[in-house]
């Protein structure tokens, strides 16, 4: 029973230190903060990854990996430092407006998506999956919101 206990609340520790993976850095890795350090991320992008449109074929993203590395982050999104970056995950696939074509679909990995991450930007990120060729489905930017210039008073 101990044990079991133990196990558990390791397994807990384990899954509450996630986020900080997400976020630790080093002169190889890319700065990425979880969506909650919106406060200390201004000079950063914003990356929006659960909000595809299904109707539009465009899944949510889990990303998994940043400029060819492992990550930890968020399903629904992170902060990642200013330039040109690459992410790629897996999608979740909602079939019901976008149905498969074909009795034997094989799905190939999709290629990195490379972006070039202006600070302040809002990037929405999604898999597109509409064409009857799967091997054309990729990881899109499907939207981009910018951030209003700072009013001048002349």
Not at 14 to 21: G, Q, S
Not at 25 to 43: C, G, I, R
Not at 53 to 63: D, I, M, Y
Not at 102 to 122: K, Q, R, Y
Request: aromatic letters at 8%; one cysteine or more.
């Amino acid at each position: 029973m101990h044990r079991s206990i133990t196990a558990f609340f390791t397994g807990l520790l384990v899954l509450a230190t996630l986020p900080v993976l997400a976020q630790t850095t080093d002169e190889s890795q890319t700065l990425v903060l979880p969506l909650s350090a919106a406060d200390t991320a201004t000079d950063m992008a914003r990356v929006i990854t659960s909000g595809g449109r299904t109707e539009e074929c465009l899944a949510p993203v889990s990303v998994t990996r940043i400029d060819g590395e492992s990550r930890v982050v968020s399903s629904q999104g992170f902060f990642i430092e200013p330039g040109v970056h690459t992410i790629n995950g897996r999608a979740m696939l909602d079939i019901s407006h976008c149905p498969l074509i074909g009795s034997n679909p094989m799905i190939d990995s999709a290629a990195d998506l490379e972006v070039n991450f202006e600070p302040g930007g809002t990037y929405h990120v999604a898999y597109y999956h509409a064409p009857a060729n799967t091997k054309d489905w990729k990881l899109v930017v499907w939207h981009v919101e910018t951030t209003p210039a700072e009013p001048t008073n002349f």
